[in-house]
């Protein structure tokens, strides 16, 4: 990249901050300003200042653009063998010493991972009691986690007989039944910058760090870890090994899940 359209992105880094909340500096520049430009071009906006002045005053735009920026791709119960752990070995071990259990689902995007969640402990832990938070830094994925109404694509990983118990069918979809709806809260929340609950006995953020500098993810995982009680446990994405984070008191129980000592 020349340096004048280095010193163009930076600007609109930080143009776009107050607007959005969302401080690009913690992300990877080369990654983030490719996706950027890709969405400029597609959408005939030649400049970076051309582009914030349109962002500003087109709210279509805006949240066309802060959804593709934070990358919301989910399904229900994806990688399914991480599930199988999650039932068989996390679940079983987290409720042998505490119930209700405390879960989370950070950048959860339209709550198919919360929901996941819930339907996993109604369906093999129907006695134990427990709460599920999910958040996400895009309001619009939040209004269709609270909605609950889902796309055929949605479902690529779900057993059938879930979808049978759980949902209800639509002309639009399926429905996600209220008593699943009723386990989980949604509420908006930046990881980078917001202060975090504390006493998680489980804590899911997968596929959200992927774009972060290595600074950023070293700050989220350290407050995670604040976040968990002694314990707890953090499940990562398929991608994001803590390697060389033992410093922060956490170690492997499998993989891609994380241990509070």
Partial sequence: MSTSISNTYEDFVKGFHPKSGLDLKFYKQNQMQRRILS????????????FLKALNVDPVLYD????HLTINVSQFFRDATQWKTLRETIFPLLLQNKTPLKLWSAGCSSGQEPYSLAMTMMEYFAMAKFSILGTDIDVNVL????????????????????LQKYFTPS????????SV????SFQPQNLLTDRFQTSFDFIACRNVVIYFTEEAKEM???KFTDSLRPGGILFTGSTEHLFGLNHLGLKPVSSFFYQKQ
């Fill in 181 to 184: 709806k009723r386990q989980v």
């Fill in 64 to 67: 066309a653009f802060f959804k």
């Fill in 220 to 222: 989220l995982y350290k």
């Fill in 171 to 178: 002309d639009n979809g399926h429905q996600i039944k209220d």
């Fill in 39 to 50: 969405f400029m071009n597609s959408h005939g906006h030649p400049t970076y200042p051309e």
């Fill in 143 to 162: 209004r269709q986690a609270k909605e609950g109404l889902y796309k055929q694509n949605d479902f690529a990983s779900t057993p059938p007989e879930f």
